[in-house]
């Protein structure tokens, strides 16, 4: 869907309204540039973009295809570029993916969004209200919806590492035992999140240093030093998320250890009161094999003393696991 098409000249808006007709009334101003936008677009709305512009069948192609990798890619006089976009949700506490493709030249850019992680309507108001922005023309825009994107990454990290956090203190928590399965569940679904962020955050720093070459950047070397600030922020946007997945992988092979941990107690536990039980158990068997001639078969307190000595040892035997911390 056609969210808008819109004619800027020097860095003022002139006209609004259907792609085509702005598009040819924008045609008689060579200093001016058209920013058409369109949400979820449908396959006949890019086919009717790329006849109005002209674009390359290879980008149109992957601009249909969708779900494309992040990238930068000059296609003769346009520069094709595609973002995945992320929204941390603090309902839920999960992640919310989308794309972004954008073509760009010198007097025109088309931005093609899919999904609602990052919507761009307040952005356009944004740099209309700062009109010294536009002027700059198409470079301007695309340097402003990338920014936007990777603003947006940084939310999702904070969002993340609040999540890390609180998994770093159920590892430890005394309930743990309780609980256990739905701590591995919700490592296991940081874990996918944060993959599923690093396949949008590392190829998007190849793609900057791609479109920090583009002759649209070298052509205009003002920019150069924002996109490059931009170059950095994404610098350390990955850091953060290789901590993160460090982190996450130390609290489960935490979780997997403190496991092991408490099976070996059970088991010494289990093995004390076994080594407890036997000896009554071997006692009460001896006795109970009906030989005639056994000692103490005929003692009038054989029997209160046979069980006094289970009780003795039982109890010697007790205090000595005790004391080696086995129960």
Known sequence: MLVEAVWYSEGE??????L??????????RAGFVWAGLHDPVSAEI???????????????????????????RYDDWLFVVLKTALYLEKSEELEFGEIQIFARSDAIV??????????????????????TLVSGPIAVLHAV????????????????????????????????????????????LQREILELHRALVPLGTAMVHLRADEAILDDRRWD????DIDDHLLRQQDQLSTLRDLLSAALNA?????????????RRISAWVAIVAVPTMIAGIYGMNFQHMPELEARLGYPLTLGVMAVVCVGVYRLFRRSGWL
């Open 47 to 73: 086919a009717e973009v790329a006849r109005i512009f002209g674009l390359h069948p290879l980008a149109v192609e992957d601009a249909i295809k969708a779900k494309q990798r992040p990238k930068a890619e």
């Open 146 to 189: 990338v920014d936007e994107v990777v603003d947006a990454y940084q939310h999702c990290l904070t969002g993340l590492d609040d999540d890390v956090n609180e998994v770093e203190l159920a590892v430890f928590a005394a309930d743990q035992r309780s609980s256990a399965s739905r701590l591995v569940e919700r490592i296991y679904f």
């Open 20 to 29: 085509a007709d702005v598009v040819r009334a924008a045609s008689c101003d």
């Open 255 to 267: 979780h997997a250890t403190q496991i092991t941990l408490r099976q070996n107690e059970d088991m």
């Open 111 to 132: 931005v093609l969004r899919r999904g609602e992680p990052v919507p761009l309507g307040g952005l356009r108001s944004r740099l209309e209200a700062h009109n010294e």
């Open 225 to 228: 030093a924002y996109f490059r």
């Open 13 to 18: 808006r002139r006209e609004a309204g259907d």
